[in-house]
C-alpha cells in the first residue's frame, strides 16, 4: 500500500479509539469517525483501512455499508492489540521520528505540556472521573482490594503527570495508561471500564495533539 494509506489506517485506528470512549451505542460508523477527524482519504479508503485493522487484530468489523462517495465499515469493538498500537503510535510520534520542534516537544522522551490547553484539560477531568469511579464501587473494594488500590495509586501518580508542566513519556505510558487499558479490559461494558476507556482516549488524544500542533509549527 501507498505511504498515504498506511498513515490514514494509523490516523483512523487513533480516531476510531477516541470515538469508542465516546460510543455508547454500539457499533461505530468508521467513514463519520473519518469525516468528523478530518482526516483524508481516497474513495473505498475507509472499508480497506478498517478490513486491514480487523487481519491487524486491531479491531472487530461486522459489515460493510455502502455510501453515498465511499463505502463504510462498522466497528463493534477495538481489541487490545488496537489500543497497543494507538499507544505504539502517539510514543512514536512524539519522541521524533519526525523531527518535532517548537512549543511542544519531548527532550529526551520527557513530554512538556502547555498551560491551559483544552486537550490537558479534558483528559485531566477524565482521570479524575475514572478515580472517582473506581474509589466509590464497593464492589470493586471488596472483591480485589489489592488491584482496586494499586490501580488507584497508577491513577493518582498519572494524574500528577499529566498536571506537571513536564513528565517523562514512558511513565505516562508504563503507569498512567497502562492502569486506565487494565481497567477498560477489566470493567468492559461496566462504569469503570466505560470511565477509564474514556480517559484512555483522552489522554492518547492528548499526546497525539501536541505532535500535530509540532508539525504545523515545523
Avoid: C
Avoid at 489506517?9 to 454500539?26: F, P
Avoid at 493518582?156 to 511513565?171: V, Y
Avoid at 470511565?195 to 500535530?212: G, I, K, N, P, R
Amino acid at each position: 500500500m501507498a505511504k498515504g494509506f498506511e498513515q490514514f489506517t494509523e490516523d483512523l485506528l487513533v480516531a476510531l479509539v477516541d470515538a469508542s470512549g465516546k460510543n455508547e451505542n454500539g457499533a461505530i460508523n468508521a467513514l463519520e469517525v473519518a469525516k468528523a477527524a478530518k482526516l483524508e482519504f481516497r474513495p473505498g479508503w475507509v472499508v480497506e483501512a478498517v478490513s486491514l485493522m480487523e487481519e491487524r487484530d486491531w479491531v472487530r468489523m461486522s459489515t460493510h455499508v455502502a455510501t453515498g462517495r465511499d463505502a463504510t465499515a462498522a466497528v463493534t469493538a477495538i481489541r487490545p492489540s488496537g489500543t497497543d498500537k494507538v499507544v505504539e503510535i502517539g510514543e512514536n510520534r512524539l519522541i521524533g521520528r519526525r523531527g518535532m520542534r517548537g512549543e511542544m516537544s519531548v527532550t529526551n522522551h520527557f513530554v512538556t505540556f502547555r498551560y491551559n490547553d483544552p486537550d490537558r484539560e479534558r483528559a485531566i477531568e477524565a482521570i479524575s472521573k475514572t478515580i472517582e469511579v473506581v474509589s466509590e464501587n464497593k464492589a470493586y473494594a471488596t472483591a480485589d482490594p489489592i488491584n482496586r488500590n494499586e490501580r488507584l495509586g497508577e491513577l493518582e501518580a498519572g494524574s500528577q503527570l499529566i498536571q506537571a508542566s513536564r513528565a517523562p513519556l514512558e511513565s505516562i505510558k508504563s503507569v498512567l495508561l497502562s492502569a486506565l487499558e487494565h481497567l477498560a479490559k477489566k470493567f468492559d461494558k461496566q462504569p469503570i471500564g466505560t470511565a477509564a476507556s474514556e480517559a484512555f482516549a483522552a489522554v492518547t488524544a492528548l499526546l497525539l495533539s501536541m505532535q500535530t500542533e509540532s508539525e504545523r509549527k515545523k
